[in-house]
């Protein structure tokens, strides 16, 4: 018995000095940090992985796409009660997801370009999409750091669907948590 106590305790003692550091994340683009010319000298700014930082992706821009309107937790509620706004949750279904925006509606940023019909888009004869009735929408997704609505606002637009109809919630399920506002456990197709 204390034998497999002194092995446990140096091999606690002699783990490599990588598993104690904190996994630094990419901030922009490939990058994991950023160096800050303060008064007193350089400061290193990293991304580490914390209990409630996305771990993958890196920061957003707060307008993804030129005519895009950034939008806040105010705008989000008050367009979760507006039914000539949909309130779109981007996020795919490669991480489960646990809980969203209460009356949120899920569609995958990656399915986003065969589901514009339920954003009012039609398809003419031509199989593109005619979006003259489009229904104005706010998407969000992980958060700050997270790749997918703006991915899925590319492609909408990308698709004819108008940018001046599009508004964006860049803080997402991190901040939304984050600030403690109600979540629910289902999500609607």
């Given at each position: 018995m204390r034998s497999a106590w002194l092995l446990l305790l140096s091999s606690v003692l002699l783990a490599p000095a990588w598993a104690a550091e904190p996994e630094t994340l990419r901030l922009i683009g490939n990058d994991t940090q950023y160096i800050v010319q303060t008064p007193g000298g350089p400061v290193t700014i990293t991304r580490s992985k914390t209990a409630c930082a996305y771990p993958k992706g890196v920061l957003q821009p707060l307008v993804p796409m030129p005519g895009v309107t950034p939008v806040t937790e105010i705008e989000v509620l008050h367009a979760l009660n507006n039914p000539s706004v949909m309130v779109i949750d981007m996020r795919d279904e490669d991480e489960p997801?646990?809980?969203?925006?209460p009356n949120s509606v899920h569609i995958p940023y990656n399915e986003i370009e065969d589901r514009l019909d339920t954003l009012g888009c039609g398809r003419r004869a031509d199989k593109s999409w005619d979006c003259s009735r489009a229904t104005d929408i706010i998407v969000f997704c992980?958060?700050?750091?997270?790749?997918?609505?703006?991915?899925?606002?590319?492609?909408?637009?990308h698709m004819g669907y108008p940018v001046s109809k599009i508004?964006?919630?860049?803080?997402?399920?991190?901040?939304?948590?984050?600030?403690g506002l109600t979540t629910v456990r289902e999500v609607r197709p």
């Amino acid at each position: 018995m204390r034998s497999a106590w002194l092995l446990l305790l140096s091999s606690v003692l002699l783990a490599p000095a990588w598993a104690a550091e904190p996994e630094t994340l990419r901030l922009i683009g490939n990058d994991t940090q950023y160096i800050v010319q303060t008064p007193g000298g350089p400061v290193t700014i990293t991304r580490s992985k914390t209990a409630c930082a996305y771990p993958k992706g890196v920061l957003q821009p707060l307008v993804p796409m030129p005519g895009v309107t950034p939008v806040t937790e105010i705008e989000v509620l008050h367009a979760l009660n507006n039914p000539s706004v949909m309130v779109i949750d981007m996020r795919d279904e490669d991480e489960p997801l646990k809980t969203t925006i209460p009356n949120s509606v899920h569609i995958p940023y990656n399915e986003i370009e065969d589901r514009l019909d339920t954003l009012g888009c039609g398809r003419r004869a031509d199989k593109s999409w005619d979006c003259s009735r489009a229904t104005d929408i706010i998407v969000f997704c992980n958060g700050p750091m997270c790749l997918q609505s703006p991915a899925g606002i590319k492609s909408m637009v990308h698709m004819g669907y108008p940018v001046s109809k599009i508004s964006y919630y860049r803080g997402g399920m991190m901040d939304w948590e984050a600030l403690g506002l109600t979540t629910v456990r289902e999500v609607r197709p």
